[in-house]
């Protein structure tokens, strides 16, 4: 169930087309949430430009970087051993490698992987990967390296990222950085700073040049697309009419949607992550407008508890997210909707465990993402709150709502028993050469045999059995859909 819980994402090495001219091998490394990947890709751009190419050999790398998430302390940890990882191999192998740490983890933790554990080269927080040229030139001379300063304005709106390690099928496009919402458990806001939004026409450039390339879905990403606000001007009315040159006041997530789907209307949409306090009907009837954009919305919840929502500075209610929950399934009877959900809050008590669970039931949802509570220093709730749930009552809670959410997901996959899903192939399946995978409109994975199909397509296909995470089908031809 590969969907249902996920402590701590596998890292992932990146490979990108080599230019010939380049003559040093970087070998860059992503953990984390998705913007962290997608962070990588404008790294790697930066780079490529510097005379670098990318290796997947750690041993032969010039320069080793790491992008690093901050979410949760098994996240940092897992960093660390791979930086331990990291100077091994310098020391042993290869003296002149130069380390650096990027991201989330860079940003929180700052001058100490320099100064005081003095394990890195290098260290570059989010808004600052236009500045490695510099910061590597003084790498190169001998000296450490830092740029931690957030920006209020950096985007990376005008670097065109290149696509790492890529399906050639599916590609993230990032829309937002930073988060304003202050909730008390999170680091988000100290290290990726304040939000600020794209230009929309740079977001429809790069989803164009994506499908003249041959992608067929794009992700739109931000740490919360629904904030997603514009006020820069200079925008067109209608981008598929070059004679309309009314300008917008301001484009908010609802109308960049709406943008999108009408400038590639063959290409899947996808956006995440969604707050629930953002989330307005606008964003729901645009996504039941336009078919290309994808039935599933991620609408992370963390507890079922009104006193735990207080304390953790979620600015909605119980009550509120599940009136929400109707009016989407109103709109959109067949939306997926998947969720985070963090146990173990400091005071969280067996009745506010047990309205977490009861609320789970209401919605019944998709799939989720659970996680044990992981105080983060720096953040409201580490600063203030002492994390008095034992460990062990903690893992038990874990466990029962990891139960419950597979429940569901077996529940909520049966309904597709029997019918026709739209399935874009992504690639082949983990468990038969025989068989493609791709995902659903709803963001569930599909396998089915491959006959003469082929990666990049989409194909209809009659679910004929599933597990609680994957439908099973054969292909059917449109004469055959029911």
Excluded at 30 to 45: H, K, L, P, R, T
Excluded at 270 to 288: E, G, I, Y
Excluded at 291 to 309: D, E, F, T
């Amino acid at each position: 169930m590969e969907k249902i819980i996920d402590e701590s994402k596998q890292g992932q090495s990146l490979v990108l087309d080599h230019k010939k001219e380049n003559t040093r091998k970087l070998f860059i490394e992503s953990y984390g949430c998705a913007m962290n990947f997608s962070d990588s890709e404008i790294v790697a751009s930066i780079l490529t430009n510097e005379g670098f190419n990318t290796t997947q050999t750690l041993e032969e790398a010039d320069l080793v970087l790491v992008n690093t998430c901050s979410i949760r302390d098994k996240a940092e940890q897992t960093i660390r051993k791979r930086l331990e990882k990291y100077n091994a191999v310098k020391r042993d192998l290869n003296p002149k490698m130069k380390v650096g740490v990027l991201g989330c983890m860079a940003e929180r933790l700052k001058t100490k992987f320099l100064e005081e554990e003095k394990i890195v080269d290098l260290v570059v927080g989010p808004d600052a990967y236009k500045d490695l040229p510099n910061l590597l030139a003084e790498v190169d001379q001998g000296r450490d390296a830092i740029n931690v300063i957030l920006s209020k304005d950096e985007t990376y709106g005008d670097i065109s990222p290149v696509r790492l390690n890529s399906n050639g099928v599916t590609a993230f496009v990032s829309i937002t950085r930073g988060c304003d919402n202050m909730c008390t458990f999170c680091v988000v806001p100290f290290t990726r700073g304040r939000e600020r939004s794209r230009d929309p026409q740079s977001i429809i450039e790069e989803i164009n040049d994506l499908w003249h390339k041959g992608y067929k879905e794009i992700t739109l990403l931000g740490q919360n697309v629904d904030s997603y606000l514009w006020y820069g001007g200079g925008l067109k009315k209608d981008f598929n009419k070059a004679s309309d040159m009314q300008k917008a006041t301001a484009v908010n997530f609802s109308n960049l949607l709406e943008i999108c789907a009408k400038a590639q209307p063959k290409m899947r949409i996808r956006f995440s992550t969604s707050n629930p306090q953002d989330l307005t009907l606008d964003v729901v009837k645009t996504m039941a407008k336009h078919q290309n954009i994808c039935k599933h919305i991620h609408l992370p919840v963390q507890s079922g508890s009104n006193r735990i929502l207080k304390a953790m500075n979620r600015l909605h209610t119980r009550e509120e997210y599940m009136q929400l929950i109707d009016q989407i399934r109103e709109i959109i009877p067949d939306c997926a909707i998947s969720q985070d959900m963090i146990i173990g809050f400091p005071t969280e008590t067996e009745t506010d465990f047990q309205d977490t669970l009861s609320l789970m039931a209401y919605v019944k949802y998709n799939f989720g993402y659970m996680y044990a509570y992981s105080e983060r220093p720096g953040t409201m709730a580490g600063r203030n709150m002492e994390d008095d749930i034992p460990e062990a009552v903690k893992k038990r809670r874990l466990q029962d709502v990891v139960d419950l959410q597979r429940k569901h997901s077996e529940i909520t996959t049966k309904t597709w028993l029997n019918k026709t899903v739209e399935v874009l192939i992504e690639k082949e399946s983990k468990k038969s050469e025989s068989q493609w995978s791709g995902r659903t409109p709803q963001n569930i994975v599909c396998v089915f045999p491959k006959e003469n199909y082929n990666i990049g397509e989409f194909v209809n296909v009659k679910v004929t059995d599933c597990t609680s995470a994957t439908l099973i089908g054969e292909a059917v031809s449109l004469s055959d859909n029911n």
